[in-house]
């Protein structure tokens, strides 16, 4: 797909050449709009627009969107008007199509830059979201880890114009609240920006309490629209747009440790169909379905400490799992006769296929998971361990640029989770290593998941897998837990005197699994199972990280598997 996004909209639209367009557009051989004195594409790329004969410019008839967008009152100082028009005009060339990562486009491409006409606020918000992507400055670690320096003090001259952009938004929202003129839908939009700008940041926390606001907007804004308060255009935009765009990042959300399901996902229809009339259609419900995946693995984690282990569960679980697992395979049927037919007509976009099918495995992956303390249960998932490998490098290299680079950034659901799910319950080395390569390789910041040290966590939990199957449970504890002070974050996960590679990596049997992982501090009190000698061993303070885990482990006089928990400190 690349990051000539100009040459995908002229693929696209597919027109007839236009005789009567403007030089420039046909020197380019690319449709004209006829737009005059500016067509839509040299204003869109800041090219000299020129047509045949023309001695002076015409008054255009239909105004172009870009050209009153460009003409709009720009910032009193003519560089800050300069570098304003520029950021536009890289947001549209570029920022917006990624933004999506392939699905949802139009709320980017089109809902945006037209309100952006109008609305200050939007306009701002919608420049600083270019200026962080075209020079991103993230916070890469999890959201507790986040630097804690003041980053004013390192910001370069684009990111502290871009946070002044975001600031005058902020503003301009804030005082239309407090004049009590503010638009709700306005405000909606302008919420799902802020949230952006935070998450390109790597601010999860922020972008997490933005999401809740806005998420309480949506709620109050259907109840204008049960009472025919909303106008027929604005409740369309909101449950087509909007509400999707919302229950997606819900999706992500449920990745971060701590977030509950938002009220929004609990008053959404879950009815899955065998027949889907449209690919958006099939988007939604496996949105809902790989939500309700997460949902129910932990709600079956908690469910099966209450009845102590997987021999006393009830019928009422087990029909939930099941009915789930039957939803999801009606989804694949639908979704794979929808493709069928779809592909007689014209070809289905090449981000959009990979990505429904790799969460869709994922979620598949998940549900088998739950209600078991076994993590053997994922073995015979090697086929869909092996699609999501297949479809996340067809997305990833569909939104590849130059040399292979992928964006910094995207909004909206990426291949970020399918991967770190095949990554954490895959146990074929091979595929494991193709799914962390991946991962590594995929835009660091998909929305509030952070792909950089999920990879690195996730390379580590392997790595100790590795070692624990390669090792007795002594040695496991002593040389391959050799935690070295002042060393990278995890890094610092010594794993074997052993060096694992795929071509010598055991099965990895059952003991040696961990599951149940969670990072936490002494002084926060302590994960269940974990002990205050579990600590105190590593002689590190009651401030420092550590990673708790669980294992299972044969217990002969009940004839059953007992999980227990570990920790090791990181750093």
């Known amino acids: 797909m690349g990051f000539d996004h100009d040459t995908q909209v002229s693929r696209r639209l597919g027109a007839s050449k236009s005789r009567a367009g403007c030089k420039t557009c046909k020197i380019r051989r690319v449709k004209c709009d006829e737009i005059k004195p500016c067509c839509r594409r040299c204003s869109s790329t800041g090219r000299h627009c020129q047509y045949e004969g023309a001695r002076y410019p015409a008054a255009p008839s239909t105004p172009s969107p870009t050209g009153l967008i460009l003409s709009r009152n720009l910032s009193q100082s003519p560089n800050s008007g300069q570098r304003e028009r520029r950021a536009f005009e890289y947001y549209f060339q570029h920022a917006a199509h990624y933004l999506s990562g392939g699905l949802g486009v139009n709320f980017w491409t089109l809902v945006v830059p037209q309100i952006c006409r109008s609305e200050p606020a939007v306009w701002d918000a919608m420049i600083a979201i270019s200026a962080l992507y075209e020079y991103p400055d993230q916070c890469l670690d999890f959201h507790f880890l986040r630097k804690q ?118 008053t959404t229809e879950k009815k899955v169909s065998s027949s889907f009339s449209s690919v958006d259609s099939a988007r939604a419900a496996i949105v809902l379905l790989s939500a309700e995946a997460m949902i129910f693995e932990g709600e079956s984690t908690i469910y099966l400490r209450s009845v102590d282990g997987d021999h006393a569960i009830s019928a009422d679980m087990i029909e939930k799992k099941k009915s789930l697992s039957g939803r999801l395979s009606r989804w694949l049927v639908g979704y794979t ?64 640029g130059p040399g292979g680079s992928q964006p910094p950034f995207t909004f909206e659901m990426g291949t970020g989770i399918p991967l770190a799910v095949t990554v954490m319950k895959c146990r074929d080395p091979v595929l494991r290593r193709k799914a962390l390569a991946l991962l590594k390789k995929a835009p660091p910041v998909q929305g509030f998941f952070k792909c950089t040290p999920v990879a690195l966590l996730a390379e580590n939990l392997m790595k100790l897998e590795e070692g624990y199957s390669l090792d007795s449970k002594k040695a496991a504890q002593s040389s391959l837990l050799n935690i070295s002070p002042g060393s990278n974050q995890f890094a610092s996960l010594a794993v074997s005197q052993h060096e694992v590679t795929p071509n010598n990596s055991p099965c990895i049997p059952e003991e040696a699994r961990i599951s149940g992982y969670a990072i936490f501090k002494p002084r926060n009190g302590l994960l269940p199972g974990i002990k205050e000698e579990h600590i105190t061993r590593w002689g590190r303070s009651s401030d420092h990280l550590f990673l708790q885990f669980t294992r299972n482990r044969f217990d002969k006089a009940s004839v059953t598997w007992k999980s227990y928990s570990e920790c090791v400190p990181l750093g």
């Open 337 to 400: 006769s929808l493709c069928d037919r779809l592909r007689t007509k014209y070809a289905i976009p090449t981000a959009t296929e990979p990505i429904l099918l790799a969460y869709h495995a994922s979620a598949s992956i998940v549900v088998t998971g739950c209600l078991t303390q076994l993590q053997t249960v994922y073995d015979v998932h090697s086929a869909d361990f092996s699609l999501i490998i297949e479809q996340t490098s067809l997305t990833l290299n569909a939104s590849a």
């Open 149 to 266: 320096y003041d980053q004013t003090q390192s910001m370069n001259r684009n990111s502290r114009e871009a946070l002044n952009w975001y600031s005058r938004s902020m503003s301009s929202v804030r005082s239309q609240i407090e004049r009590g003129n503010a638009d709700p839908y306005i405000s909606l939009i302008s919420c799902v920006l802020f949230i952006c700008i935070e998450t390109i940041q790597g601010r999860v926390e922020e972008a997490l309490q933005l999401y809740r606001q806005g998420v309480q907007l949506i709620l109050d804004l259907r109840v204008q629209v049960a009472l025919d308060r909303v106008s027929v255009s604005k409740a369309a935009l909101l449950e087509h747009t909007l509400i999707p765009l919302f229950l997606r990042l819900g999706n992500v959300s449920l990745t971060v440790s701590g977030t509950q399901p938002s009220e929004l996902y609990r």
